[in-house]
């Protein structure tokens, strides 16, 4: 069974920064593709940012330039840095590990950004 655990997220002013952590248990964390995906009220979950287990990385348009994801297999964890901060980043962050069969999500972190 795979569990997620996000932390990370907070109150942060226009411009600033925060990282974000995605703790997973299990041992399918080093083979898996692990995703950042955000909510705002009224909208729809979107990708943020993955990671695949060799490394490669995508970004969503709105965070390129911005946001840096990295994992740490001896840690089970993985990172969202996101810098330069705007309201529009304001949502809810949730974790996902996609096994190849099966989508495992964790709780989310709250994220607002005032201007």
């Known amino acids: 069974q795979v569990q997620l655990v996000e932390s990370g997220g907070g109150l942060v002013q226009a411009g600033g920064s925060l990282r974000l952590s995605c703790a997973a248990s299990g041992s399918t964390f080093r083979f898996a593709v692990i995703g950042w995906y955000r909510q705002a009220p009224g909208k729809q979950r979107e990708l943020v940012a993955s990671?695949?287990?060799?490394?490669?990385?995508d970004y969503a348009d709105s965070v390129k330039g911005r946001a840096t994801i990295s994992r740490d297999t001896a840690k089970n964890t993985v990172y969202l840095q996101m810098n330069s901060l705007k309201p529009e980043d304001t949502a809810v962050y949730y974790c996902?590990?996609?096994?190849?069969?099966?989508?495992?999500w964790g709780q989310g972190t709250q994220v607002t950004v005032s201007s």
């Open positions: 996902n590990l996609y096994s190849g069969t099966k989508d495992y």
């Open positions: 990671i695949a287990s060799g490394g490669v990385t």
